[in-house]
């Protein structure tokens, strides 16, 4: 035997000394002090929050009248169905109204009306283009795409200004209070966050618990509604296909535009699915209302599945990613997301697939087939609070709330951050610099390694600099899976947000995404252990050491390997901070 050989034999007799790790002294550990009522969120408040029985801010102050949106450039030949939104008090008769832009006027039938009502010469196109009762106007205004100077008059009086610049296509542009203009799509929602009080949630990680979601489609009685990115799991078909055969409703909602295309697996599954009577819709093309339809999550029955995967194998099949999903059946929460999928898929912008697929081409791909282990069982906890948080509407605001509102706590999942000035991170840094412990793990696959691991090292440097409880890393799989995609957060151990929704301005400002926060000291637990085995070695519980005996372990491996293989260190690729 080598000089080498026998000086590893011996590393690893010293390394023995150290003495057996065994459960017992894993036992003897210090075990963390129970949660109190206000660490299991009971006391805190709810940042952001509206519920269904509260009045949406629809109505005008009594007594005003107000011009509240202008959609001057449709997607339509000569701007057809362009429209003035007008708030107007209760029974208010538009006798003796103008709208002008001191060139043009626009008279108003002679109508009774209340709240908010568009005005519009070309009434019967207007009607496509919006759910507001619309009114209409005969007169000379044409409004310009380029920019208008608009009066609401009357009589002699002036009751109403409003003015804007550059009117992009097929968006609407809405003023506030102070009268400053903001384009969106036209048709974007604008909808509240929806708390319910107390319940369960049956929480779940990929691809430990692959059966769940599909388990769940294989129940159903009455609906499913499927919303995604996108879809090629021909298992999830097959549940989807015989729920239509015997007579339940399905409807299935993905995104028309992917950024990679459109696979030929997917386009075979859509054409099966179609052709079982299963109505499937993508989103996009010119009346589309978001960048991209991320959202991906699915209603069945009275409950519904949240997740941060896609329906394909490698995410709800369980084949790859390390992924985050939760059912839930508050009949609030439900409630609001089937209104959010109806407001999606029954606007202009979905498209039916048969109409989509015509002159398309379809990329050739080959589905992720990896064989993972079952570390984490799906587990019933009970929940305080369960929030739906929907993109672009609300969840930029509530999201960032959350992580200011944290005491003790955040742990961060995510396939990648958009760098440092991210909205959600800065919050995560103001946090630290409170004294919150925050640990970011991210994703080392090979599309996201190399960005990554410049975050970590500016992380990690801001961290050192400024002496903050703030670590980052890139996670080590070790065979429990193959990737992060999760997006989720734990906060003060007792608060959880997962769902579609990436660390980057585009999925908070442009994309449809959806997501759940959750509120309760089981289903904060459940979430933090997957992540605490995750951060620690790749997602077995059962490999979690206490650090002093790991690191000892490890050190001794080390040494070992070093002399027996005479391995010289290369750059340093470490992701920990130091």
């Known amino acids: 035997m080598s000089q080498f050989r026998w000086l590893a034999v011996a590393a690893l007799v010293v390394c023995a000394a150290v003495g057996p790790v065994t459960a017992s002294a894993i036992a003897t550990q210090s075990a963390p002090a129970p949660l109190n009522s206000a660490q299991a969120g009971l006391d805190k408040p709810i940042p952001d929050e509206r519920t269904l029985d509260e009045p949406t801010p629809d109505e005008p102050t009594p007594g005003t009248t107000e011009i509240a949106a202008v959609h001057p450039n449709p997607v339509a030949d000569g701007d057809r169905g362009e429209f003035v939104v007008l708030v107007v008090p209760s029974n208010t008769s538009l006798a003796g109204y103008r709208l002008t832009d001191g060139d043009g006027t626009l008279a108003p039938a002679n109508a009774t009306v209340g709240g908010r ?3 519009s010469p070309d009434p019967a196109a207007a009607r496509n283009l919006t759910d507001r009762q619309v009114v209409a106007a005969n007169g000379s205004i044409a409004l310009a795409n380029g920019g208008e100077r608009l009066r609401l008059r009357r009589g002699n009086e002036t009751v109403a200004a409003a003015r804007y610049r550059e009117a992009p296509e097929g968006e609407i542009g809405r003023y506030d209070a102070r009268g400053a203009i903001t384009w ?176 398309r081409t379809f990329r050739r791909t080959t589905a992720a087939n990896g064989s993972y282990p079952a570390n984490f069982n799906s587990e019933r906890a009970p929940v305080n609070r369960t929030s739906l948080l929907v993109a672009p509407d609300n969840a930029g605001r509530a999201v960032e709330a959350t992580l200011d509102n944290a005491t003790e706590s955040i742990d961060v999942i995510q396939m990648s951050i958009d760098g440092p000035d991210q909205r959600f991170l800065r919050a995560t840094v103001r946090a630290a610099r409170r004294g919150v412990a925050v640990r970011i793990l991210l994703s080392s696959a090979w599309y996201v390694e190399e960005e990554n691991r410049r975050l970590v090292d500016r992380l990690r440097e801001r961290s050192e600099r400024e002496d903050l409880p703030l670590e980052a890393k890139l996670v080590d799989p070790e065979g429990s899976f193959e990737k992060v995609h999760a997006k989720g957060v734990v906060v003060d151990g007792d608060e959880v947000i997962l769902g579609s929704l990436n660390w980057n301005g585009e999925s908070i400002r442009q994309n449809r995404e959806v997501m759940l926060r959750l509120a309760g000291e089981r289903v904060g637990s459940y979430y933090e252990s997957v992540f605490e085995a995750d951060w620690s070695d790749g997602g077995d519980p059962n490999r979690h050491l206490p650090v002093g005996i790991a690191a000892a372990v490890l050190g001794c491996v080390v040494i070992a390997v070093l002399v027996a293989r005479r391995i010289d260190f290369g750059e340093d690729v470490g992701v920990d901070p130091r």
């Open 117 to 119: 009502i568009a005005l």
């Open 184 to 359: 969106e799509p036209l048709g974007t929602t604008d909808r509240p966050v929806v708390t319910a009080r107390g319940g369960t949630a049956q929480a779940f990680v990929l691809p430990d618990a692959p059966g769940i979601a599909i388990e769940a489609i294989r129940d159903a009685d009455r609906r499913v509604l499927v919303a995604g990115y996108t879809f090629a799991s021909r298992r999830v078909a097959t549940a989807l296909e015989r729920a239509a055969d015997r007579g339940v409703t399905v409807r299935v909602l993905l995104e028309g535009d992917p950024v990679d295309g459109i696979s030929r697996r997917q386009a075979d599954i859509l054409d099966s699915l179609a052709a079982a009577n299963v109505t499937v819709d993508l989103l996009g093309g010119p009346y589309s209302r978001y960048a991209f339809h991320h959202a991906k999550y699915a209603v069945v029955d009275d409950r519904a599945v949240v997740l941060t995967e896609n329906w394909k194998p490698s995410g709800t099949g369980g084949h790859s990613n390390r992924g985050w999903g939760v059912v839930v059946s508050q009949s609030r929460t439900v409630s609001a997301l089937v209104d959010t999928f109806e407001a999606d898929a029954d606007w202009r912008g979905a498209r039916p697939w048969r109409q989509v697929r015509q002159g």
